[in-house]
């Protein structure tokens, strides 16, 4: 089971647990945990921002996010992904998806010592993505 953190477009934050995500299929289950309930839920990509594999639901406050790109040979095209909320994400990614079967492609932060491990990126949340040579 993945741990991931589930962002909508509206700002809402889910955290939970997926076991069958893939970028093929409009939706996924989701199962939380409050300590005395286990919830399953179905999470429709519609009207989502992103979604987070991360490490911890915790996160680490102290860490201080990596802005620029080293001389590094990491695999991946380097880019920038600009949210229609203004938030970016950057990071690495293998290939942009444009077929519209795909709703929008994983993308590798750029600091691998984020919590985040990589992201699902929809596409019809963002404005724009520089794409750095």
């Known amino acids: 089971m ?3 953190v589930v962002r909508t477009s509206s ?9 069958d995500f893939s ?17 399953n839920q179905n999470i429709d ?6 979604v987070f594999f991360v490490k911890s639901f915790d996160g680490n406050f102290l860490h201080k996010k990596k802005l620029y790109f080293d001389s590094d040979t990491s695999y ?17 990614v293998e290939t942009m998806h444009s077929d519209e079967k795909d709703s929008g492609f994983f993308i590798f932060p750029l600091d691998q010592d984020s ?18 040579v």
């Not at 700002?11 to 076991?19: A, P, Q």
């Not at 289950?29 to 409050?34: I, W």
């Not at 919590?115 to 750095?132: C, D, G, P």
Request: aromatic content about 8%.
């Open 2 to 4: 993945n741990k991931v």
């Open 76 to 92: 991946g095209r380097k880019v920038t992904v600009i949210f229609k909320d203004g938030e970016e994400f950057i990071g690495r």
């Open 45 to 50: 990509l519609k009207g989502l921002k992103a």
């Open 11 to 19: 700002g809402e934050v889910i955290k939970g647990y997926t076991g």
């Open 115 to 132: 919590n985040i491990i990589r992201a699902f990126i929809l596409n019809n949340a963002i404005t724009s993505i520089k794409v750095y």
């Open 23 to 39: 970028r093929h299929k409009p939706s996924f289950l989701l199962s939380t945990d409050d300590g005395s309930v286990k919830i």
